[in-house]
């Protein structure tokens, strides 16, 4: 799968992927919140800054403008 949309204000964009278990994490490792999704991921509620993304046990970095 592909993370398109990266850095972003509102949503993680995904394509590729099917009903995919998603984890996120704040930069200091801390859970934020976790869930299955086909397309994309709403972070519109978190603040700026940088973020981490674990899908299928890789994480991904993931900017909030």
Same mark, same amino acid.
């Given at each position: *799968?592909? =993370? ?7 949503f993680i964009n995904?394509? *590729? ?11 200091? $490792?801390?859970?934020?919140?976790? $869930? ?8 519109s509620n978190l603040?700026? $800054? =940088?973020?981490? =993304? ?12």
């Amino acid at each position: *799968g592909e =993370l398109t949309t990266n850095p972003t204000n509102d949503f993680i964009n995904l394509s *590729g992927l099917q009903n995919v278990y998603y984890e996120f994490f704040n930069i200091n $490792g801390k859970f934020i919140s976790s $869930g299955y999704t086909n397309k994309r991921i709403n972070i519109s509620n978190l603040p700026c $800054g =940088l973020y981490y =993304l674990r899908i299928n046990n890789h994480l991904q970095k993931v900017i909030k403008q």
